[in-house]
């Protein structure tokens, strides 16, 4: 088993930035890659970023530029720094790690982000 806990959440002003974190335990060994997706009201979970061990990167096109997923795979932890938050980016923001053997998707409990105009 792999638990998640996010934290950095909160509500900021279009134009400002968060910082999201993500710290996983236990079964931590054999995670391939960590990334985080967002939920909106309304609307389907979607990939915002995702990271794999070795450090390549992927973001969906709505946040390339303004958001950067980083890793630190010695503390098991996964950040995502966003810049210049958009009416469009509140939502509730989930940490997802993959395990590898068995191969198997662990999700945090999310946290809220809440832009304001």
């Known amino acids: 088993q792999v638990h998640l806990v996010e934290s950095g959440g909160g509500s900021v002003q279009a134009g400002g930035s968060l910082r999201l974190s993500c710290a996983a335990s236990?079964?931590?060994?054999?995670?391939?890659?960590m990334g985080w997706y967002r939920q909106a009201l309304g609307k389907q979970r979607e990939l915002v970023a995702d990271i794999s061990s070795g450090g390549s990167t992927n973001y969906a096109n709505s946040v390339k530029g303004r958001f950067t997923i980083s890793r630190d795979n010695g503390e098991n932890t996964v950040d995502l720094q966003m810049n210049s938050l958009k009416p469009e980016d509140p939502a509730i923001y989930y940490c997802v790690a993959t395990r590898s053997h068995p191969a198997r998707d662990y999700w945090g409990k999310g946290t809220l982000v809440i832009v304001s105009t």
């Open positions: 236990g079964s931590t060994f054999d995670i391939s890659a």
